[in-house]
Each structure stands twice: as structure tokens, then as C-alpha cells.
């Protein structure tokens, strides 16, 4: 399978791109890979390989640009380049750490919607105390929605977590304040009786924000805006956390010694808590796997991101989500 990265996207590119690449390859005995970007920057990273190739490129878009206009005037920019090699059937993915507007945008215009959805959703899976993750969306493709917008950011999640998760009956939850059916807004209540009528997906309840490290559900769906200040908090507070953990552990020897024992464990809390170890975000409802890593991505997510990818091309994920959204008309 033909995979392209925009491989100026991101605070680490190209590097990142470029050692994600090589990892993946070197794991991934059926995966190619198009790097897209400035070739002279990324032939400083790149270790010649049968199954990468580059695709050059002066023109990148920025984290500052303005999402729209900058993917209908930069057409030669790498991550449009990319999303074209997907839409051209060049590659059967493309992943970029760059601005996810631009991105969405990309994605949209460039690559298209799967008949009958009518949002792309944005869908991370983000960490669980027991480590087995849920995935949430949308967070931020759309800051408004409709209840028919969540039963299909269900149906998609629930693809997905079956299909690259593993999962043969995923949980879905519907972000709420509160538990009962008749809790939350308008929005909530309308997506819940749609939710609970709908026999494509597996349909728990209403899930709240503080329990969702529980893992009381594998899929959990909410409107864009909400979904991005939960994404946002979720990783800040553990931020903070290990700030604090870290500021008492070396608050005098005794401490520090303790912390040296300790280290290990903590830092298998810490790998816990990394969401990038699940890959990138999926935006969910195009024709094809558009992948947003983390702008902040190493090699390590970049590879993530690949093995996520190759996953959802492996397992038909987009031809899924199109057949069960087809049945739910």
C-alpha cells in the first residue's frame, strides 16, 4: 500500500517525517511511502530505500496561514501535493503534522466526501487508565452539529474501533452532563433517541467528561466544539500533573531519591498517558484515510501515525463506513 506524508507539516519537520518513514518501512515489509517537501532538507535525515521515495517541493503551508485560502493558493504546498497524490490515486493515504485546518480543508476539497456523510469528523483515541483507549469525536472539524451529525460520527468511530481496534462490539457514548436520557441540551437529547433507534452501532448512554479515563466507552461522540476543549483539557491537565509530580520529586535529596526509584514507573505512566502512541487523528467521512499527527510529533508518533494508516487501508475502513452509512438511510 502507497502511503504520502507531507513532510513539512509539524514543529520537528522534516526529521520527524523522515525517521518515522524509514522506521515504518524497515516494520512494514508491504508499505510505500512518499515523502513530500523540500528534497535538499529531507536527504538530511533520509538513508536511501527502495520503498521511499520524495517529491520536491519549495512551498509549504504555515501554521499561521488561514486554512482555506491558503489550500486554494498553495497548490504546490506539501500537504496539498499530498492529499492530490490520494485523490489522484497515487497513494491510498497521506498523513501530515501540519495545521489542521489546512488539513481539513485538504481533505475536503481535495480528496472528498464519502457519499451520504454529510460532516468529516476528527477523531483521536485518546488513553484509558487501563490502557486500552477510546476514541473520541469529533474534535474540532465541526464546532456545530446536528443529532443526524452524531449518529453518523457514531457509525464511523464504531467502524473504526472495530476495524483497527479490534473490537467486536464497540461501547458508543454520547458525551453529556450528566447520565440519565434526559440530560443536556437540545443537541444531546435529539442524539440520543437517534442513537438509541440506530441498530448499526452499539449504544450505552450518556458517558460524562470526568469519567472518561474510566473507559466506560470505547467510542465517544460529541460536537466539535466540545470535543476540542475536552481534547485540550484531557492534555493539559496531564501536563500539569507531571509538572507537579516533578516539581515534589525534586524538592530536596529525600525526594530525589525516591525519585530515582521511582522513574521507571513513572515513566510507563507517562507513555500511558501519550495519545500520539495511538497514531494520529483519523478525519473520518472522507474517501480515503487522511491522518493528522500531532504538530508536536517525533519520529516515534510519525511511525504511530504509519501504523495506524496502514491499518485503516489493511482493513477497508473507508469502503466500511460507506456500506454501513448506505444501510442506515
Given at each position: 500500500?502507497?502511503?504520502?506524508?507531507?513532510?513539512?507539516?509539524?514543529?520537528?519537520?522534516?526529521?520527524?517525517?523522515?525517521?518515522?518513514?524509514?522506521?515504518?518501512?524497515?516494520?512494514?515489509?508491504?508499505?510505500?511511502?512518499?515523502?513530500?517537501?523540500?528534497?535538499?532538507?529531507?536527504?538530511?535525515?533520509?538513508?536511501?530505500?527502495?520503498?521511499?521515495?520524495?517529491?520536491?517541493?519549495?512551498?509549504?503551508?504555515?501554521?499561521?496561514?488561514?486554512?482555506?485560502?491558503?489550500?486554494?493558493?498553495?497548490?504546490?504546498?506539501?500537504?496539498?501535493?499530498?492529499?492530490?497524490q490520494v485523490a489522484d490515486?497515487?497513494?491510498?493515504?497521506?498523513?501530515?503534522?501540519?495545521?489542521?485546518?489546512?488539513?481539513?480543508?485538504?481533505?475536503?476539497?481535495?480528496?472528498?466526501r464519502i457519499e451520504g456523510?454529510?460532516?468529516?469528523?476528527?477523531?483521536?483515541?485518546?488513553?484509558?487508565?487501563?490502557?486500552?483507549?477510546?476514541?473520541?469525536?469529533?474534535?474540532?472539524?465541526?464546532?456545530?452539529?446536528?443529532?443526524?451529525?452524531?449518529?453518523?460520527?457514531?457509525?464511523?468511530?464504531?467502524?473504526?474501533?472495530?476495524?483497527?481496534?479490534?473490537?467486536?462490539?464497540?461501547?458508543?457514548?454520547?458525551?453529556?452532563?450528566?447520565?440519565?436520557?434526559?440530560?443536556?441540551?437540545?443537541?444531546?437529547?435529539?442524539?440520543?433517541?437517534?442513537?438509541?433507534?440506530?441498530?448499526?452501532?452499539?449504544?450505552?448512554?450518556?458517558?460524562?467528561?470526568?469519567?472518561?479515563?474510566?473507559?466506560?466507552?470505547?467510542?465517544?461522540?460529541?460536537?466539535?466544539?466540545?470535543?476540542?476543549?475536552?481534547?485540550?483539557?484531557?492534555?493539559?491537565?496531564?501536563?500539569?500533573?507531571?509538572?507537579?509530580?516533578?516539581?515534589?520529586?525534586?524538592?530536596?535529596?529525600?525526594?530525589?531519591?525516591?525519585?530515582?526509584?521511582?522513574?521507571?514507573?513513572?515513566?510507563?505512566?507517562?507513555?500511558?498517558?501519550?495519545?500520539?502512541?495511538?497514531?494520529?487523528?483519523?478525519?473520518?467521512?472522507?474517501?480515503?484515510?487522511?491522518?493528522?499527527?500531532?504538530?508536536?510529533?517525533?519520529?516515534?508518533?510519525?511511525?504511530?501515525?504509519?501504523?495506524?494508516?496502514?491499518?485503516?487501508?489493511?482493513?477497508?475502513?473507508?469502503?466500511?463506513i460507506a456500506e454501513t452509512?448506505?444501510?442506515?438511510?
Amino acid at each position: 500500500m502507497k502511503i504520502t506524508i507531507d513532510a513539512m507539516g509539524g514543529d520537528n519537520a522534516p526529521k520527524a517525517q523522515v525517521l518515522g518513514a524509514m522506521k515504518a518501512v524497515e516494520a512494514f515489509s508491504d508499505v510505500e511511502i512518499t515523502l513530500i517537501g523540500n528534497e535538499s532538507e529531507i536527504n538530511q535525515y533520509l538513508v536511501k530505500h527502495g520503498r521511499i521515495r520524495v517529491i520536491h517541493t519549495d512551498e509549504k503551508i504555515l501554521s499561521t496561514d488561514e486554512p482555506v485560502r491558503a489550500v486554494r493558493r498553495k497548490k504546490s504546498a506539501s500537504m496539498v501535493l499530498a492529499a492530490q497524490q490520494v485523490a489522484d490515486g497515487e497513494a491510498d493515504a497521506c498523513i501530515s503534522s501540519g495545521n489542521t485546518g489546512a488539513l481539513m480543508a485538504a481533505g475536503l476539497f481535495v480528496v472528498g466526501r464519502i457519499e451520504g456523510i454529510e460532516r468529516p469528523a476528527l477523531a483521536p483515541t485518546l488513553p484509558t487508565i487501563d490502557g486500552k483507549g477510546f476514541v473520541l469525536l469529533d474534535v474540532g472539524a465541526n464546532s456545530d452539529a446536528k443529532p443526524e451529525h452524531l449518529l453518523q460520527f457514531a457509525i464511523m468511530g464504531s467502524v473504526y474501533a472495530q476495524k483497527v481496534r479490534g473490537i467486536k462490539k464497540p461501547r458508543v457514548g454520547l458525551l453529556n452532563i450528566g447520565t440519565e436520557e434526559k440530560k443536556g441540551n437540545e443537541l444531546t437529547k435529539h442524539a440520543f433517541t437517534l442513537l438509541q433507534q440506530s441498530s448499526e452501532i452499539s449504544f450505552i448512554g450518556n458517558v460524562e467528561a470526568r469519567d472518561l479515563l474510566n473507559g466506560p466507552a470505547d467510542v465517544v461522540v460529541t460536537d466539535g466544539f466540545t470535543g476540542n476543549m475536552v481534547l485540550k483539557t484531557l492534555e493539559g491537565t496531564a501536563m500539569g500533573v507531571f509538572k507537579m509530580v516533578k516539581a515534589a520529586l525534586m524538592s530536596n535529596l529525600k525526594s530525589k531519591l525516591a525519585a530515582a526509584m521511582v522513574k521507571p514507573e513513572l515513566k510507563v505512566i507517562k507513555n500511558k498517558m501519550d495519545y500520539s502512541e495511538y497514531g494520529g487523528a483519523g478525519l473520518f467521512g472522507l474517501k480515503a484515510p487522511v491522518i493528522k499527527a500531532h504538530g508536536s510529533s517525533d519520529a516515534n508518533a510519525v511511525y504511530n501515525a504509519i501504523r495506524q494508516t496502514r491499518d485503516m487501508v489493511g482493513n477497508d475502513v473507508i469502503s466500511t463506513i460507506a456500506e454501513t452509512i448506505e444501510k442506515q438511510k
